[in-house]
């Protein structure tokens, strides 16, 4: 998206609808937002989501809602309604990279084609939706079973070792806090510990969480550290041909040393 859309956007969003001195109108939204949507398709990047849901929070603010009446503000989720009409209309996939829109051309459907769009999602990792801590973690365990689905499995390695990394210093930040900073944060960096003093550090302290996993042991560092070197691998390597049988091997190991740890990461949080 080119500079000159981003600031129009910006200023659109700046705008201010009304004032309780001064209230606003359902034909100015209806005027301002037809006009903006005339200029988003014109560009073709209506589809993006960030703009769209700009545009939703936008109309939504109570503060709108307070100056209109019902009948207003239904005709105003009518609007809501159109962009999410044209936003369907316009897929990312359709979207031209210049500022202005050239509908794609049709093209006949292929099997491969179609194929390719229907794959059939596989998991590397499946933890229950309620064990997940927040959307951080949700998008992260995706993005490992995505990959895994497409077979990029460098990429998968790379994403299990971030998981396993972020679980391990949120650990120690909910346990150690402030006062033992240095367990998980470098000060004079400004950055946290490497993968491989983090597992150092959670290892010495063991004992402590012991009470709430009481499994907690030698053998545990031990998985953690083999995903670690794999992420490494796969990270650093020039030459690193992972293969699907090499993740299939590991998966129950994963499982495990992930719910473990989000078992301990919801205890401390």
């Not at 949120?170 to 150690?176: P, T, V």
């Not at 550290?225 to 390597?237: I, V």
């Given at each position: 998206m080119s500079s000159r859309i981003k600031k129009e956007i910006m200023d659109l969003l700046r705008e201010k609808f009304g004032t309780e001195k001064k209230p606003v109108t359902v034909q100015a939204i209806h005027q301002r937002i037809n006009r903006q949507l005339e200029i988003w398709l014109s560009y073709g990047i209506l589809a993006e989501k960030n703009i769209v849901t700009y545009a939703y929070a936008r109309l939504n603010k109570i503060k709108i809602r307070s100056f209109l009446t019902l009948d207003e503000w239904t005709k105003v989720q009518q609007l809501i309604s159109k962009i999410k009409e044209a936003e369907s209309k316009y897929s990312l996939s359709q979207q031209s990279k210049s500022d202005?829109?050239?509908?794609?051309?049709?093209?006949?459907?292929?099997k491969t084609a179609s194929s390719t769009s229907k794959k059939k999602k596989a998991f590397y990792l499946k933890i229950k939706d309620e064990v997940v801590?927040?959307?951080?973690?949700?998008?992260?365990?995706d993005d490992i079973n995505k990959s895994y689905t497409f077979e990029i499995y460098s990429a998968t390695l790379i994403l299990t070792r971030?998981?396993?990394e972020n679980i391990i210093i949120?650990?120690?930040?909910?346990?150690?806090k402030m006062a033992n900073l240095d367990?998980?944060?470098?000060?004079d960096q400004g950055r946290h510990q490497s993968f491989h003093i983090l597992i150092?550090?959670?290892?010495?302290?063991?004992?402590d969480f012991k009470p709430f996993i009481p499994e907690l042991d030698s053998k545990?560092?031990?998985k953690i550290?083999?995903?670690?070197?794999?992420?490494?691998?796969?990270?650093?390597?020039i030459i690193n041909n992972v293969q699907k049988k090499d993740l299939d091997k590991n998966k129950s190991d994963l499982k495990y040393v992930v719910d473990v740890l989000l078992k301990l990461h919801s205890y401390l949080k």
């Open positions: 202005i829109f050239i509908p794609p051309k049709k093209s006949p459907k292929s801590p927040d959307s951080f973690y949700q998008r992260l365990i971030k998981l396993l949120d650990i120690l930040k909910f346990k150690y367990l998980f944060y470098i000060r150092k550090n959670f290892e010495t302290k063991l004992a545990f560092i031990e550290e083999k995903f670690k070197q794999e992420g490494n691998a796969s990270a650093h390597s």
